[in-house]
């Protein structure tokens, strides 16, 4: 995990060396259900999940069907609208895809709905509110910088660090988790749920001790009672950002998906293809799982040989989410557009109705409605200096109509945004 990058912080690093070391370990990660597809930005734990199967061990995947009703603070400046019971159900099924893309679909599925969803609210305010300090949940990132920034911080997602908590202690009980996994904004939450174990032993224990000194009979030999010593870990992974500083996975035209019918695998391949030249190494580390020493030998290339590095990042990147045939599709129709000049059929394509072109649309209108563009004023800017192409000619006119006349021999039209960026509009 240090090796490859992925480690931030872990509560124990020695401890959890050795129970990794002795035999299988149970370990999870949890995954709210707010959208139908993951993007790249959860693509550092599905990587660690991946590691964690392929070294022996045992991972969980939790869904958050209930914790995705109230919303996780972290890292929001704002609240979560509320979301009903079928689009997170909708969701759950696609986020549960995305991991049998990446080759985790006997990985164990677990949803906290199903400890969360019939919890007696008075019976958790006896037995775990105690063990919260209101002093110590404000100190956390999540509480405090919503409140630094005097942004809205409702009573419902202040309960979501409970509820995470509560989380690892169900799942140490029902499986025998003993680890517990996340970006590192979750790090307070994590140290929460390992203190709650720690505090509902101590209790049990104090309760044992009370019965042990009574003479009533409660058919429990509770001399033989131990205190447990079971050792919970957490760990956190680093937030990765681009080597400019930007958040890793967001780009103009939105969030990278994982989900092929979101985002096509060759806009997937395109997006590691353009990546600096300065990440190549630090992402061949993470977002593959080729060997350190090919890695080290890639990152060492210079100028244009660089390039090359980059299209072996994206192609493995690419055959890891959507397997191989379609990561060396994506990386011969690059080829063909970029470096013969041909269409490639793997190229995303827009459907347009024949009728909205038999009067024309104005070319920054389209280029902003197939996504090339964040807005109609960023499609201008683009087409003023000289960025968007239709059919490879250069757009010379904003207000320039796009009709059934720029139809292609193929029959379709071929927009361009700079020189990586490509669309093919079909006309319905």
Not at 52 to 72: C, M, S
Not at 87 to 97: F, H, L, S
Not at 105 to 125: Q, R
Not at 337 to 348: K, M, S
Request: hydrophobic residues 40%.
């Amino acid at each position: 995990m240090r090796e490859r990058g992925f480690l931030h912080q872990c509560t124990d690093e020695t401890g959890l060396d050795e129970k990794l070391s002795a035999g299988k370990t149970t370990g999870y990660i949890g995954f709210d259900c707010t959208a139908p597809s993951l993007h790249v930005g959860n693509l550092m734990q599905i990587m660690v999940l991946r590691w964690l199967k392929n070294t022996g061990h045992e991972p969980i995947i939790l869904f958050g069907g209930a914790t995705t009703k109230i919303g996780d603070p972290s890292g929001k400046d704002e609240s979560r609208p509320p979301m009903v019971d079928t689009m997170i159900e909708i969701n759950k099924a696609g986020i549960k895809k995305n991991f049998e893309q990446f080759g985790l679909g006997a990985a164990t599925f677990v949803d906290n709905s199903e400890w969360l969803d019939n919890l007696n609210y008075i019976k958790l305010l006896r037995d775990v509110g105690p063990h919260f300090s209101i002093n110590r949940m404000i100190t956390q990132d999540s509480v405090k910088l919503r409140l630094e920034r005097e942004q809205n911080l409702s009573f419902l997602e202040f309960n979501y660090m409970i509820l995470q908590s509560y989380d690892f202690v169900e799942l140490h009980k029902k499986y025998n988790c003993i680890l517990q996994i996340g970006g590192s904004d979750q790090w307070g939450n994590i140290i929460m749920g390992i203190d709650l174990k720690r505090r509902l032993d101590n209790r049990r224990l104090l309760l044992a001790h009370a019965l042990m000194n009574t003479n009533k009979d409660y058919s429990i030999n509770w001399s033989t009672y131990k205190e447990p010593n079971d050792s919970l870990f957490g760990l956190t992974t680093p937030l990765i950002t681009t080597f400019d500083g930007k958040k890793m996975g967001k780009t103009a035209a939105g969030a990278v998906w994982l989900n092929p019918d979101m985002l096509s695998p060759y806009d997937y391949w395109q997006f590691w293809r353009n990546t600096t030249d300065a990440d190549v190494g630090r992402f061949l580390r993470l977002f593959t799982e080729l060997p350190i020493a090919e890695i080290e030998r890639l990152e060492k290339l210079q100028d244009a040989e660089i390039n090359e590095a980059k299209k072996i990042l994206a192609t493995e990147a690419t055959a890891l989410c959507h397997g191989s045939q379609a990561a060396e599709e994506a990386k011969a129709t690059a080829q063909k557009t970029f470096e013969e000049g041909r269409i490639g059929e793997a190229l995303p394509v827009i459907e347009i109705k024949k009728s909205e072109l038999e009067n024309g649309i104005p070319a920054f209108s389209l280029f902003h409605n197939c996504g090339l563009a964040a807005s109609g004023s960023e499609a201008k800017k683009l087409i003023r200096g000289k960025g968007a192409k239709l059919n490879d000619a250069v757009i010379e006119n904003e207000s320039r109509l796009v009709t059934l006349a720029d139809l292609n021999a193929d029959g379709v039209i071929k927009l361009s945004a700079g020189k990586k960026r490509h669309i093919i509009v079909r006309v319905v």
